[in-house]
């Protein structure tokens, strides 16, 4: 399993030190804290607010994205965008699919965000296969900048940026022909994780289980 960063280089956090230009940072996780002390520079709205403050515009961008999105048949690589817009923070498509061996790139089209598995490795709730690697790009601030992870297991994998995960700035990546049924990450959202973050996650499980068959 190789991750490595493409094209560009990629901001490289170390500790205590600032992140330049690092946007909306203010809602970084407790788990993640080395993010935080940027300075929400990329919009004019103010990101300090609670998953429960957030804008109208940002629930209509990423419930219209969600429901629009149709998940197509496993490749051998597919893209993602991480974007900042209008006050929302997504990935764009939120949820790929590749075949066993598969790789992900994410591109960061604006804003500072990152891409990081649901995995023990990262402090968090295992929403990945049994036995698979975890990723985290750590914070990518610069335009244009891309990261690549490669899937070897079979399964749902569900992802999150560092930032922005208490915003529904989730995403997820199919492997191969997995069953729903037996998947970690298709179980009941974690009962600790905010309202906001619940709610995304059962969104992204609805569009995997209908790309998989699984309607009921």
Request: include cysteine.
């Amino acid at each position: 399993m190789t991750d490595s960063l493409t094209r560009r280089r990629m901001l490289q956090l170390t500790g205590g030190a600032a992140v330049v230009g690092l946007a909306g940072c203010t809602g970084t996780q407790d788990n993640n804290s080395e993010a935080a002390g940027g300075s929400p520079t990329e919009s004019g709205h103010d990101e300090t607010s609670t998953e429960s403050g957030h804008s109208d515009d940002e629930d209509s961008h990423d419930d219209d994205g969600g429901h629009d999105e149709a998940v197509g048949a496993p490749s051998d690589t597919a893209e993602v965008n991480m974007i900042t817009q209008d006050g929302g923070y997504h990935f764009e498509p939120h949820v790929v699919r590749v075949n066993v061996g598969g790789t992900v790139t994410w591109h960061n089209e604006s804003g500072s965000h990152s891409t990081t598995a649901y995995h023990s490795e990262n402090d968090q709730p295992q929403l990945v296969p049994d036995g698979a690697a975890s990723w985290d790009s750590g914070i990518v601030s610069e335009q244009g900048a891309t990261f690549e992870h490669t899937f070897e297991t079979e399964g749902v994998y569900h992802y999150y940026c560092t930032p922005h995960e208490s915003l529904g700035m989730i995403g997820s990546v199919i492997v191969g022909e997995p069953d729903p049924h037996e998947e970690v990450a298709l179980e009941d959202p974690p009962a600790d994780k905010p309202d906001r973050v619940r709610e995304k996650l059962e969104e992204l499980n609805g569009m995997i289980s209908t790309a998989l068959g699984d309607d009921h």
